[in-house]
């Protein structure tokens, strides 16, 4: 059953053509609209079904939307939020789906007025080395989790109904303030990133016939450095703070754990491995 | 067409047991015997149709053996092939699987006498996280690598003979001195599970419930620091020096791109991300 009458989908890349195929399959709205920049990619939105109206005047797709979903690139999202939230009415409820949360939320609450909509911060944690619409899949989200990023005087209903939203899509939710949101990711998501990308960097540096001799384990050490560079240096720069704190903690235990090596302290060296194997079981092996 | 007489297996764990299974699958010689410490395991080896003859004294299977192959985990190769070499006589091929090689050369060299066989290291770069015979698997060496490395004055002609065996098992050989062997390795095998035994080891000092926000990159990033923290404890143990120089190598470039985040030098820090990725799509997505 529609839990919204008409949800706008800003920006049909990977993540809003997936969103809008998910919403669409599970009859979550009545009319799914489509906010893009490039009139010729607006046009085979046309031609799905997911889209039953796409236009580049984000006015026309305000307008009479309930729901308002910004996917658009995570550099452009605080912008178009700070752009939206003006023109939105009470009862409207304005997410997006940024990977990083801080900046975003208060350039929401900086744009509101008294009659805005409620922007509530959303990040479901769903993607893939691809981008783009053509990769776009209904399932993306299936099993994932999603973190919602209420501000603290967010009314409870408004973040009732987003978790419903993100739920009826298969997503498990999580709530965090957007502070400790960003902290979290910076950890369990940017660190391995920044990581995977060092070590694929250091190596590009020597002899490439090296690389023949190397296996499964360091392709799969490496596989998010492939990750769009341009794209993860604009998630890198919006947590810049956070992920640098990361990196400076997680050193301090790497350097650590370097002694126990350069001096053969075998028995913490073991530990330190024990302890890494400790908790990589206990994420599980995934889908 | 069988190649050699009888060969020899030392120790039927995982690498051991699989490699009697493809020699026997692909017919490489006439008759399998394995040397094993444990008579309830050798009992098991004896049902198998991978295994003519298991015994616990090592006399009795080296006897007649053209082809000895040293299987035992890696802190006893070394040991073991000190033990094996003055007592082979002309004519017989030793090697091993071990993945640190230069102290087990070394070793090999000062324990042979005039009349020795030839010794020459193997690292087929196979394996698993899993261990033990249970898991074994004829494919187990299909389409990886395996480095072998000859003493300077080894007669070419071991090496070819060497070289045409894991050959019949479906690897790619490379060639490289027990030095250069030890040092590559540590910069394609061994930094990458430091590093991620490192981050994992770091995670498990935060809060258990970030991992719920985690998803499949932090699990590829650290999937090979669930091995075995004893086995990679011997191999790092084995391989101490070369290991921390390419640690400290990698530090440096870490540090800067560290600098690059923190002092916002964006363009520098793009360039990383692009190299990084760049080595990743070079390794291809592997099997």
Redesign the interface.
Known sequence: MPIFEQVAILGPGLLGASLAMAVRERKICERIVVWGRKEERLESCRAKPWCDFADRDLQKILFGSDLIVCCTPVDSIREMVGEIMPRTVKDVLVTDVGSVKESICREAREASTEESGTFVGSHP??GSEKSGMEFASADLFLG??C?LTPDEDCPDEKVKRLTEFWGLLGM?I?VESPCRHDE??A???H????????????????PKE?????????????????????L??EI??AN?SK??DS?????K??EE??EF??K?E?EN??K????????????????
Chains 1, 2 share one sequence.
Do not use: C
Not at 191 to 201: D, E, I, R, V, Y
Not at 213 to 223: E, H, I, K, M, P
Not at 247 to 251: M, R, Y
């Open positions: 944690m769903a994932r989790t973190i498990k999580q979290i990711v950890n369990v998501s660190l391995p990133h920044f990581l995977a990308s060092s070590l694929g960097q250091y190596l590009s540096k020597r090296w690389m023949e001799a190397s296996g499964q384990g360091l392709r799969d050490t490496t596989r998010i450095a492939q990750g769009d560079a341009g993860w240096l890198m720069k810049q992920l640098s990196l400076d903690h997680w050193t235990s790497l754990a370097k090596l350069r053969g075998w060296l073991e330190f491995l024990a302890d890494g194997a400790h908790l990589r079981k206990s994420l599980g092996s995934g889908k």
